[in-house]
């Protein structure tokens, strides 16, 4: 659908009622007709830019993806696809050693070990395989992968380096988002590591402090609990894992921390990380109060994981040069993903932003949801995503889910909109399934709207929480009432029915 250079010497103004709608150029430069390269160039080969591209191949469009050299992006090599590949792996480890549990089912076991290079190995191979399809799938629809970096020019064009350009009707920066480190933190990638470093398993330390509660804490506390280290958590925040439900992240911190003896911190910043030398001599952290900023205490540690959050990877695409402000380097967006000259400002015409790089939501799938939305808009079907269904899941053993609000936005939605929050809880330990599996720890928490019993929000801690929120996920999207939830039947005996009686608990139906 690309076109070719129709007539340079003739006036746009000429030649506007001759070409289809699509390929008129709408910008300072519309003087001169462009024939562009493609229909949409997508910057970054990340899942958005991945998602973006499969859905612009089956609307008919033109499409290249800038990879940089690096597809699959953060998700695919750095991080949902090995850290859940580590912690499949340490997960079996820590079912199998826990000896009670397993004596519970009659089983016992002459002891279980792991070769830390062959979980570092299954991880690296997941890696690998995931990479290829995903290329895989780009080749197969025709896609062209080119492994340039493009920088943003102006509408239109980006630079690819070599004092090449190429052009697109519309572009999409896809460009991710990197480990942030605190100011005072080093980082050598051996004793002190971000999750970059940390995935390849390199070394499983005896002590570990981690930095940060947040979802990559938590799924690395994970994985070195079961593979035997000590861990201490440290959180800047009077409240551990201040992404979760307030009553979601107690239960989480009883399963998840304190059962494991994992040791922590709260509103401690850790102001100073020194690096060690493995076996040698210890990581030292300086710790001070978040709120007085005074020293609060010295920790050696063997090693040290940065899980402090992450930055959008913005800085070298050209936006400041272009006059695209971006505050924190986040690409300001507006809910056609269209990218804005600055927060609350103006639309850069035919340029779009997705995934983690406009710091909406930093999630796999919601970037590429984000990737199919911004391809819906190029292609003049208004789409906005709804954020608010989008479900996210932490994969520690129990997992934690959640989609929509937790507890105290919606009691603060529910007071500035004048209605009343309802509430209702199920427990794992009611449900035969995970009974059976010796995992009764758990609990799932439905809250809606009275007057229209719709969902507000759905927090779950527990065996499968990742998996049992979707169907959750989809009923707040559709608008399914709690009451015609309460009424659908759930295959027994499976998990979830713990779901099933908090829908049913909602409008005051008993389950057992
Ligand atoms: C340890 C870890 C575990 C995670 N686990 C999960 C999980 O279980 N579930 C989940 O939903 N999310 C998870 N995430 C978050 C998820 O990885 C990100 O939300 C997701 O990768 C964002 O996708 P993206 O396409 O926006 O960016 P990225 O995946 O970061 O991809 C962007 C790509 O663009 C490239 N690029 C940048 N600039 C340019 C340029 N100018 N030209 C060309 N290429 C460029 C980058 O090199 C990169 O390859 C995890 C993250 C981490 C760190
Ligand atoms: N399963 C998943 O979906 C998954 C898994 C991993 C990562 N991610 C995404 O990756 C992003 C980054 O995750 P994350 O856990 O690094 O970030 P986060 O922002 O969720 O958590 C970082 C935590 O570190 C704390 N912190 C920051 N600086 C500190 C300091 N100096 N001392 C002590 N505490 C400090 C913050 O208060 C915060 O609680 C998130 O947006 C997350 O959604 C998702």
């Given at each position: 659908?690309?076109?070719?250079?129709?007539?340079?010497?003739?006036?746009?103004?000429?030649?506007?009622?001759?070409?289809?709608?699509?390929?008129?150029?709408?910008?300072?430069?519309a003087?001169?007709?462009?024939?562009?390269?493609?229909?949409?160039?997508?910057?970054g080969?990340?899942?958005?830019?991945?998602?973006?591209?499969?859905?612009?191949?089956?609307?008919?469009?033109?499409?290249?993806?800038?990879?940089?050299?690096?597809?699959?992006?953060?998700?695919?090599?750095?991080?949902?696809?090995?850290?859940?590949?580590?912690?499949?792996?340490?997960?079996?480890?820590?079912?199998?050693?826990?000896?009670?549990?397993?004596a519970?089912?009659?089983?016992?076991?002459?002891?279980?070990?792991?070769?830390?290079?062959?979980?570092?190995?299954h991880?690296?191979?997941?890696?690998?395989?995931?990479?290829?399809?995903?290329?895989?799938?780009?080749?197969?629809?025709?896609?062209?992968?080119?492994?340039?970096?493009?920088?943003?020019?102006?509408?239109?064009?980006l630079d690819?380096?070599?004092?090449?350009?190429m052009?697109?009707?519309?572009?999409?920066?896809?460009?991710?988002?990197?480990?942030?480190?605190?100011?005072?933190?080093?980082?050598?990638?051996?004793?002190?590591y971000?999750?970059?470093?940390?995935?390849?398993?390199?070394?499983?330390?005896?002590?570990?402090?981690?930095?940060?509660s947040?979802?990559?804490?938590?799924?690395?506390?994970?994985?070195?609990t079961?593979?035997?280290?000590?861990?201490?958590?440290?959180?800047?925040?009077?409240?551990?894992?201040?992404?979760?439900?307030?009553?979601?992240?107690?239960?989480?911190?009883?399963?998840?921390?304190?059962?494991?003896?994992?040791?922590?911190?709260?509103n401690?910043?850790?102001?100073?990380?020194?690096?060690?030398?493995?076996g040698?001599?210890?990581?030292?952290?300086?710790?001070?109060?978040?709120?007085?900023?005074?020293?609060?205490?010295?920790?050696?540690?063997?090693?040290?994981?940065?899980?402090?959050?992450?930055?959008?990877?913005?800085?070298?695409?050209?936006?400041?040069?272009?006059?695209?402000?971006?505050?924190r380097?986040?690409?300001?967006?507006?809910?056609?993903?269209?990218?804005?000259?600055?927060?609350?400002?103006?639309?850069?015409?035919?340029?779009?932003?997705?995934?983690?790089?406009?710091?909406?939501?930093?999630?796999a799938?919601?970037?590429s949801?984000?990737?199919?939305?911004?391809?819906?808009?190029?292609?003049?079907?208004?789409?906005v995503?709804d954020?608010?269904?989008?479900?996210?899941?932490?994969?520690?053993?129990p997992?934690v889910?959640?989609?929509?609000?937790?507890?105290d936005?919606?009691?603060?939605?529910?007071?500035?909109?004048?209605?009343?929050?309802?509430k209702?809880?199920?427990?794992?330990?009611?449900?035969?399934?995970?009974?059976?599996?010796?995992?009764?720890?758990?609990?799932?928490?439905?809250l809606?709207r009275?007057d229209?019993?719709?969902?507000?929000?759905?927090?779950?801690?527990?065996?499968?929480a990742a998996?049992?929120?979707?169907?959750?996920?989809?009923?707040?999207?559709?608008?399914?009432?709690?009451?015609d939830?309460?009424?659908?039947?759930?295959?027994?005996?499976?998990?979830?029915?713990?779901?099933?009686g908090?829908?049913?608990?909602?409008?005051?139906?008993?389950?057992?």
């Amino acid at each position: 659908m690309a076109r070719r250079v129709l007539a340079l010497a003739a006036t746009a103004a000429a030649l506007r009622p001759l070409l289809p709608k699509r390929s008129r150029v709408t910008t300072r430069a519309a003087l001169t007709m462009h024939d562009y390269d493609y229909d949409v160039i997508i910057v970054g080969c990340g899942v958005g830019g991945h998602g973006a591209a499969l859905h612009a191949r089956s609307q008919g469009l033109k499409t290249c993806v800038l990879s940089g050299g690096d597809v699959g992006g953060t998700c695919v090599n750095r991080g949902c696809v090995p850290s859940k590949a580590l912690l499949a792996a340490s997960g079996r480890v820590r079912e199998m050693s826990d000896d009670d549990h397993l004596a519970s089912m009659g089983i016992s076991t002459n002891g279980v070990s792991f070769d830390r290079e062959g979980v570092a190995k299954h991880a690296e191979q997941l890696v690998n395989k995931v990479r290829g399809g995903l290329e895989g799938s780009l080749g197969r629809l025709g896609v062209d992968l080119v492994p340039k970096f493009g920088v943003y020019k102006e509408p239109h064009v980006l630079d690819v380096g070599n004092g090449e350009t190429m052009t697109a009707q519309d572009i999409i920066l896809a460009p991710g988002s990197v480990p942030f480190v605190p100011p005072g933190v080093e980082v050598d990638g051996e004793t002190v590591y971000t999750s970059d470093e940390g995935l390849e398993l390199k070394h499983v330390p005896e002590y570990c402090a981690i930095i940060g509660s947040g979802i990559i804490g938590l799924e690395f506390a994970d994985v070195y609990t079961a593979l035997g280290a000590e861990c201490t958590v440290i959180e800047a925040l009077p409240k551990l894992m201040p992404a979760f439900d307030r009553e979601i992240a107690k239960t989480a911190e009883r399963l998840l921390l304190t059962n494991r003896g994992v040791d922590y911190r709260t509103n401690v910043f850790a102001s100073k990380v020194t690096p060690g030398k493995i076996g040698e001599k210890p990581v030292i952290i300086e710790m001070i109060d978040a709120t007085t900023k005074e020293h609060v205490e010295t920790l050696e540690v063997d090693a040290c994981m940065v899980a402090t959050g992450r930055v959008p990877n913005t800085k070298k695409l050209g936006l400041e040069e272009a006059g695209i402000e971006a505050p924190r380097g986040f690409v300001q967006v507006n809910d056609k993903m269209q990218v804005l000259d600055k927060p609350d400002g103006d639309v850069i015409p035919h340029l779009y932003c997705i995934g983690d790089a406009n710091g909406i939501q930093m999630l796999a799938h919601t970037a590429s949801t984000q990737g199919v939305s911004a391809i819906e808009n190029i292609c003049g079907r208004t789409h906005v995503v709804d954020h608010e269904s989008i479900p996210a899941a932490c994969f520690t053993h129990p997992e934690v889910a959640q989609v929509g609000l937790d507890e105290d936005a919606a009691a603060e939605r529910a007071e500035k909109e004048g209605f009343e929050l309802g509430k209702a809880v199920s427990h794992f330990r009611a449900n035969s399934k995970a009974l059976a599996e010796g995992e009764g720890d758990g609990i799932a928490k439905v809250l809606f709207r009275r007057d229209t019993e719709q969902i507000l929000g759905v927090h779950i801690i527990g065996l499968h929480a990742a998996d049992l929120i979707q169907e959750c996920a989809n009923a707040k999207a559709a608008g399914t009432t709690v009451r015609d939830l309460a009424f659908t039947t759930h295959t027994h005996p499976t998990l979830s029915e713990v779901i099933d009686g908090a829908f049913k608990e909602c409008v005051g139906m008993h389950s057992h």
